[in-house]
C-alpha cells in the first residue's frame, strides 16, 4: 500500500509478537440476581468479550432478557450504549423456537447465524 519506514515497522510489531489468551472463569456465581449462563463442557459461559463485541448467553430467553437489560444498564451508566442496528439474537435448540428480545423497547433481529470475531457461528 506504499507504507514504508517506522510507520510500517510499527504496525508490523504490534501483530509480530501477538498471543491471544481464553479465560473461563472457574467460579460458578450461586446468587439469585439472575442466570450462570449456559453449560460448555463443565463449565457456565455467561459472555464473550472482545473490545466492543459482547455475545450474552443464557439458558432461557427470560434469563437472557434480564442479562440484556442488566447489561444496557451497565452500559448507560458508563456513557454507553448498545447499538440495536448491529445487535441480533439467536437461539441454539434443535426446535425452532420465537426468541423476542429487546434494547430499549426495539425487538432485536433473530437470527440462524452471525459472524463473531470471523468466525460463522451457526444454530
Request: aromatic share 6%; net charge positive.
Amino acid at each position: 500500500m506504499g507504507i514504508r519506514g517506522p510507520l510500517l515497522r510499527a504496525v508490523r510489531s504490534l501483530y509480530d509478537r501477538s498471543r491471544s489468551l481464553v479465560r473461563i472463569a472457574w467460579q460458578i456465581s450461586r446468587r439469585s440476581q439472575g442466570p450462570e449462563g449456559v453449560r460448555f463442557g463443565n463449565h457456565r459461559i455467561s459472555s464473550l468479550l472482545f473490545a466492543d463485541d459482547v455475545v450474552l448467553m443464557a439458558s432461557s430467553g427470560q434469563d437472557l432478557q434480564h442479562v440484556l437489560e442488566r447489561f444496557a444498564a451497565e452500559c448507560e451508566a458508563a456513557g454507553m450504549r448498545i447499538s440495536t442496528s448491529k445487535s441480533e439474537a439467536m437461539v441454539l435448540d434443535r426446535k425452532r423456537v420465537a426468541c423476542p428480545l429487546r434494547v430499549g423497547g426495539e425487538v432485536l433481529p433473530q437470527v440462524e447465524e452471525f459472524k463473531y470475531l470471523g468466525v460463522l457461528v451457526h444454530e
